[in-house]
Nanobody, 126 residues
Framework: QVQVVESGGKLVLPGGSLRLSCAASGGTFSRYQMGWFRQGEGKEREFVASISWSGASTHYANSVKGRFTISRDAAAENTVYLQMNSLQPEDTAVYYC??????????????????WGQGTQVTVSS
């Protein structure tokens, strides 16, 4: 059974940095497109970043471009990271990792992804 588990969320000061991890099991994740999404309180789930199975192609939401970086662990093919720098209060949300086995053409769409983690809370506050 495919499982996706996020970790690394916590309370951080504005301007701080945080790295989220996503570990997957039960599938050939080295061939999966992976994505990060977030959902703030009272808001819809929104796209943050995605990475192709090879790592050659990445996409970012405009709101995080230049601050966040998505990457795949070359050694651990089932692990994806989201490095978040210059965090701001508006980045506060539950962050979800998602896996797409089919290489969908719309990496920014929630519906592209078949498997989701339970989420990890990121709170940016002084």
């Amino acid at each position: 059974q495919v499982q996706v588990v996020e970790s690394g969320g916590k309370l951080v000061l504005p301007g701080g940095s945080l790295r989220l991890s996503c570990a997957a099991s039960g599938g050939t994740f080295s061939r999966y497109q992976m994505g990060w999404f977030r959902q703030g309180e009272g808001k819809e789930r929104e796209f943050v970043a995605s990475i192709s199975w090879s790592g050659a192609s990445t996409h970012y939401a405009n709101s995080v471009k230049g601050r966040f970086t998505i990457s795949r662990d070359a050694a651990a093919e089932n692990t994806v990271y989201l490095q978040m720098n210059s965090l701001q209060p508006e980045d506060t949300a539950v962050y979800y990792c998602a896996a797409d086995p089919w290489g969908g053409a719309q990496p920014r769409a929630v519906t592209t992804y078949d498997y989701w983690g339970q989420g990890t809370q990121v709170t940016v506050s002084s």
